[in-house]
């Protein structure tokens, strides 16, 4: 390989025209891997914009999402057991189930200009502060409430639906009788099952050269046809039960707010989370205060007893005497004596 040769230290300069047209010519755009003309997704999400919300963002999602909503929270209850009711005029038989509220607050808020969705943290019971984790006491001692055993987040469709305040009860009475209600809980865990019990396969035939392979799943998909592969979402054997089940309109039997329980017409067992029912139209509460619906009721004692005990100050003044009594007619005369 020839040597190479050396760089000679100065500079050759350029003609004065040729510098001169280097400096009026545009400068060349050069291609690469990263575009000069970076798109502005920002822009177009501004509320001043007047354009419409991109489908792909995630304001695009919530939007979505939000007819599909509850406008207001729900309760955590738990199952107790099944029961019976009869109707009165026609004697038909209704098996109802029974669950219990117990310590059911509102332990916070998520906003959607801080977390990105509005929600509503509901706690039930009380758990020792020994067994929960050093966030969450935080996360409790920072809502002056005390330790829960479940917290669960009901979404709302807007800000609206953040009621009541914090530290307030929910009671049975959240939910009116023959009112229907959506009921989520836990089905039972069957362990690991088959393709038979999982998805009701049929299997394979009890005879005809089937040898000890008689409730096995088959075939999992063809070779070099399919790619020589598995499809994803093939139904296989695996783990059953165990998973979230929604149980939709479930109608609202009883109320009791002393005992704190409601019966219902069918949800599953442990805990159970019940909101207003999506397939129903939505029913209009009025969104009151526990304390100032208290003062309200007071309010409206002390003026019902205010016109009672000025009428009972008047009435003996301004009552007309009552008529006496009618004297007992006299007993008649004896006859005279005869001589």
């Given at each position: ?13 350029p003609p ?11 400068p060349q755009s050069t ?5 000069i003309?970076?798109p502005?997704p920002?822009?177009?999400?501004q509320?001043s914009?007047?354009?419409?919300i991109l489908?792909?963002s995630s304001?695009?999602?919530l939007?979505?999402k939000t007819p599909h909503?509850?406008p ?6 738990i199952?107790?057991?099944m029961t ?11 098996p109802?189930?029974v ?6 607050e509102?332990v916070g808020f998520k906003?959607?200009?801080?977390h990105?969705?509005d929600?509503?943290q ?10 929960l984790?050093r966030p969450m006491?935080?996360?409790f001692?920072a809502q002056?409430?005390?330790?829960k055993?479940?917290v ?6 807007d800000?609206?639906g953040?009621?009541?305040a914090v530290?307030?009860p929910l ?19 069957k362990?690991f099952a088959g393709?038979?019990?999982?998805h ?5 035939p009890?005879?005809h050269g089937v040898s000890?392979?008689h409730?096995?799943m ?5 070779s070099?046809?399919g790619g020589?592969?598995?499809?994803p979402?093939?139904?296989q054997p695996?783990?059953m ?5 929604t149980v939709?309109?479930?109608?609202v ?5 002393v ?9 599953n ?8 029912a999506?397939k129903?139209?939505w ?7 526990p304390a100032a619906a208290?003062a309200?009721a ?5 003026a ?15 009552a007309?005497p009552?008529?006496s009594?009618?004297?007992p007619?006299?007993?008649?005369s004896?006859p005279p004596a005869?001589s």
């Amino acid at each position: 390989m020839p040597p190479r040769l050396p760089r000679p230290s100065h500079s050759l300069s350029p003609p004065p025209g040729l510098s001169l047209r280097l400096r009026l010519r545009p400068p060349q755009s050069t291609r690469g891997i990263r575009s000069i003309n970076p798109p502005r997704p920002d822009s177009y999400n501004q509320p001043s914009a007047g354009l419409p919300i991109l489908g792909g963002s995630s304001s695009g999602a919530l939007a979505r999402k939000t007819p599909h909503l509850c406008p207001r929270t729900g309760l955590l209850a738990i199952k107790k057991g099944m029961t019976a009711l009869f109707h009165p005029a026609t004697g038909a038989r209704t098996p109802c189930t029974v669950v219990q509220l117990d310590r059911v607050e509102v332990v916070g808020f998520k906003t959607r200009q801080r977390h990105g969705y509005d929600a509503v943290q509901v706690g039930y019971g009380w758990r020792h502060p020994n067994l929960l984790t050093r966030p969450m006491l935080g996360h409790f001692a920072a809502q002056e409430i005390s330790p829960k055993r479940h917290v669960v987040e009901f979404r709302v469709r807007d800000g609206g639906g953040l009621h009541p305040a914090v530290g307030q009860p929910l009671a049975p009475s959240w939910f009116r009788v023959g009112q229907f209600v959506d009921a989520k809980a836990k089905c039972k865990g069957k362990g690991f099952a088959g393709g038979m019990k999982r998805h009701g396969f049929s299997g394979q035939p009890a005879s005809h050269g089937v040898s000890l392979a008689h409730r096995a799943m088959g075939s999992a998909g063809q070779s070099q046809g399919g790619g020589s592969r598995v499809y994803p979402g093939k139904r296989q054997p695996g783990r059953m039960g165990g998973q979230q089940v929604t149980v939709a309109n479930v109608k609202v039997m009883r109320v009791d707010d002393v005992h704190g329980i409601l019966v219902l017409h069918g949800p599953n067992g442990g805990l159970v989370k019940l909101q207003d029912a999506y397939k129903k139209p939505w029913e209009v509460f009025p969104k009151e205060d526990p304390a100032a619906a208290a003062a309200a009721a007071a309010a409206a004692g002390a003026a019902n007893a205010a016109p009672a005990a000025s009428s009972a100050q008047s009435g003996p003044a301004a009552a007309a005497p009552l008529p006496s009594p009618p004297s007992p007619p006299s007993p008649p005369s004896p006859p005279p004596a005869t001589s």
